[in-house]
């Protein structure tokens, strides 16, 4: 008689391909090691170009929607979707976890962000009160929570320069927020007379209460404390879904295709429309972009990863630009 039972064996996931860009932005990074980390399906990836080979995650059981790096550039926090959704922060060296954040938000986290000093992180649930949550991450502890905002948020941020601040935005609204022990007091963005309310997308914040921001029409909105200083118009030809801060400036990514890179003082260096380059086409949209020396990384939402660089910043194309 045939034996019928299992056989003493056991799968190993060998190799992912793909990459989550269809509603989910700012979710691929480069390590301290110069691997690339990013997410797909409930898997955490981390990809060595180099050598061509990946580590992977698995302490999730449903799929990652969210992903923040630790400013170290070692630790990764990923967010789940589900009826009771978790945070893992894991190591990107050992693909181990490091801590569990669990028992606050419902539906799914859709956006997490570490501060300053990496102790710190803070969560946005996918609720109807798109719940903020702010945790000491290394404790399972959470410090302060509180209703985010009536409709969806895309982007939280810390701001780097006070420790105590971060700013949110979203559908029709951008929030700027104190945290003074476990109270989170929010204050609206005043837009006035310089710009539209516009739905803003994504944020990056700079010194002197200085806070970016793009919006769905294209154009970047520049904050001073909660007052709309001034409007950048046009700096992409649609929505605007990912803004990357660095040492030498900024990046910004959008639904036209293009990668534009700016100074500290946001003045434009130049411009990278991904359409023109030889695994471009049209309809390409942006939804990641990550800055780091000469090198791009760039995120769509056909889920393909670019990488460009750029040796050349004067000039309007990279010298390369790879499909990895």
């Known amino acids: 008689m045939a034996d019928r039972t299992a056989p003493n064996c056991h799968l190993r996931l060998e190799w992912v391909y793909g990459y989550r860009g269809h509603q989910c932005r700012n979710n691929l990074y480069y390590t301290a090691a110069k691997e690339i980390v990013y ?8 990809y ?4 061509h080979k990946q580590k992977f995650y698995l302490g999730h059981n449903d799929d990652i929607i969210s992903l923040a790096l630790h400013p170290e550039r070692v630790l990764v926090a990923t967010g789940q979707v589900g009826k009771e959704p978790y945070i893992c922060v894991w190591d990107s060296y050992t693909v181990q976890t490091v801590s569990i954040l669990k028992d606050v938000h419902t539906h799914g ?9 990496g102790q710190c992180l803070v969560s946005v649930g996918l609720d109807s009160k798109n719940t903020i949550c702010v945790w000491d991450w290394r404790r399972g502890k959470v410090l302060a ?6 409709d969806r948020i895309f982007d939280i941020s810390w701001d780097l320069y006070q420790p ?14 104190s945290l003074c022990g476990n109270a989170l007091t929010p204050k609206r963005g005043v837009f006035g007379k310089t710009g539209d309310l516009q739905t803003i997308l994504c944020l990056a914040c700079a010194k002197d209460e200085i806070t970016y921001s793009g919006a769905l029409n294209g154009d970047i909105y520049v904050w001073k404390g909660i007052n709309l200083l001034r409007t950048i118009q046009g700096a992409h030809g649609s929505g605007i879904f990912s803004m990357n801060a660095c040492e ?26 991904l359409r023109e380059t030889d695994q471009g086409y049209k309809g390409l949209s942006v939804r990641s972009v990550c800055w780091r020396g ?6 769509t939402q056909d889920s393909e990863i670019f990488e460009v660089v750029v040796h050349d910043r004067n000039k309007p194309f990279p010298h390369h630009a790879g499909s990895l």
């Open 109 to 117: 986290i859709a956006c997490l962000a570490f501060d300053l000093e």
């Open 48 to 51: 060595n170009t180099r050598e």
């Open 145 to 150: 929570v509180a209703p985010g905002h009536t």
């Open 39 to 46: 997410f797909v399906a409930g898997v955490g990836v981390v």
């Open 248 to 273: 030498e400036g900024f990046a910004t990514g959008g639904r036209d295709g293009c990668v534009r890179l700016w100074d500290l003082n946001f003045k434009p260096i130049t411009v990278i429309d």
């Open 294 to 299: 000469d090198h791009i990384l760039v995120g």
């Open 164 to 177: 105590s601040k971060l700013v949110s935005c979203g559908v029709k609204h951008i929030k700027f927020w």
